[in-house]
């Protein structure tokens, strides 16, 4: 069963956490379902591993082969590996991606599926349109991948934060949102400070995000932050020291 994030008026944002969860193999993830007077689009739709569910699940709400488009954050796996499955299964929905990744995606799908169908997201970002509205497709660049978008969507006041905001591990609840950052901390540290890139990007993230009302972060893996959690986290990420900032010589050692 999807959490409803947002329902009001006509417009609804659905989340799916339980398509693929933690403990098997592959890693628990979501994957959102927005819809907006009529329209819909899938953001983050996953791998193979959760089509099947999501495309069932979504049914109940909206009719999968309306979809008006296929959104993605960046281009890995657990993000958009089913894509070859949601071109046939949607026939005109447009594909945003990230620019640098627009022809590479394409090795996702067999020869052709993706021909006109995909739009490059420009490294300022983009309105997407949704319905009455749209989407901001906000850059989040090595957050954690070289071409990296967020969503935000003005009606709800969620930011679709992509893989940053991710909490993993046992014991975690993906579907209740967590309003307070101090005891979700244990799930997000290890993660976020090998996943993400530099501090300096996350500093660049925390002032564009400061500017915007926002009452949910919603990362791609993991429990939603709502209330207190949402300024914490940014407190959080502005200072932390990641990626790039950690490495030595001795991560870069010839193995024995
Ligand atoms: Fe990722
Ligand atoms: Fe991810």
């Given at each position: 069963m999807p959490i409803e994030l947002f329902n009001k008026d006509?417009?609804?944002c659905l989340m799916f956490t339980d398509l693929c969860r933690e403990g098997g193999e592959a890693v628990q993830s979501n994957q959102f379902l927005l819809i907006d007077n009529k329209t819909g689009v899938i953001v983050?739709?996953?791998?193979?591993?959760?089509?099947?569910?999501?495309?069932?699940?979504?049914t109940q709400h909206f009719a999968p082969h309306q979809l008006s488009a296929i959104i993605a954050s960046h281009a890995d796996p657990d993000i958009i590996a089913s894509l070859d499955r949601w071109m046939t299964a949607t026939a005109t929905a447009k594909v945003y991606i990230s620019r640098i990744w627009e022809r590479f995606v394409p090795h996702f799908c067999k020869s052709g599926k993706t021909t006109g169908r995909i739009v490059g997201i420009p490294d300022p970002g983009m309105r997407i349109p949704l319905g009455?509205?749209?989407?901001?497709?906000?850059?989040?660049h090595?957050?954690?991948?070289?071409g990296n978008f967020q969503?935000?969507?003005p009606v709800s006041r969620i930011l679709f934060s992509g893989d940053l905001g991710a909490s993993l591990g046992h014991?975690?609840?993906?579907?209740t949102p967590v309003t307070s950052l101090a005891e979700h901390l244990p799930y997000m540290e290890g993660f976020h400070r090998r996943y993400m890139v530099a501090n300096k990007v996350l500093r660049h993230w925390a002032q564009m995000v400061r500017k915007l009302p926002i009452d949910m972060i919603v990362p791609q893996h993991g429990?939603?932050?709502?209330?207190?959690a949402v300024q914490e986290f940014i407190d959080w990420v502005e200072t932390l020291s990641c990626g790039i900032d950690l490495m030595t010589d001795r991560d870069y050692a010839i193995p024995g």
């Open positions: 006509g417009h609804l983050d739709p996953g791998g193979n591993l959760a089509y099947g569910e999501l495309y069932l699940g979504m009455r509205g749209h989407l901001l497709a906000l850059p989040a090595f957050l954690h991948s070289e969503f935000y969507d014991g975690l609840d993906a579907q429990a939603p932050m709502k209330g207190p």
